[in-house]
């Protein structure tokens, strides 16, 4: 199974992106699906997931209130809606699909076996 990606792109500050993320190749059952970020020299950082059993989101506390996570399980896509979005945003973004059940929570990236291949996206002041 692969993720694939897409909707980055340059957006001034306080403009809105939507990305979104959608498995080919086999269904996967999944515990749910995420987006990570990584800005240039720093770690891989947690954005959103949502959890398929209950529909249940998270998201890093920086992002909460100006970024919503939707998806639909039958599908395997996951959407990222960002808005009013800010320089410090500006990173490559993941979507990741955790296909089993795992001691981890979403919010950790070892609870995601399947990464897609990232979107830049990048913000102006």
């Known amino acids: 199974v692969q993720l694939q990606a897409s909707g980055g792109g340059l957006v001034q500050a306080g403009g809105s992106l939507r990305l979104s993320c959608a498995a080919s190749?086999?269904?996967?059952?999944?515990?749910?699906m995420g987006w990570f970020r990584q800005a240039p020299g720093k770690g891989r950082e947690f954005v959103a997931a949502i959890r398929w059993i209950d529909g249940s989101t998270s998201y890093e506390d920086s992002v909460k209130g100006r970024f919503t996570i939707s998806g639909d399980r039958a599908k395997n896509s996951v959407d990222l809606q960002m808005n009013r979005l800010k320089p410090e945003d500006t990173a490559i973004y993941y979507c990741?699909?955790?296909?089993?059940?795992?001691?981890?929570?979403?919010?950790?990236?070892?609870?995601?076996?399947?990464w897609g291949q990232g979107t830049q996206v990048t913000v102006s002041s």
């Open positions: 190749g086999r269904t996967l059952s999944g515990f749910g």
């Open positions: 990741a699909a955790a296909s089993t059940w795992s001691s981890r929570t979403l919010s950790e990236p070892p609870a995601y076996d399947v």
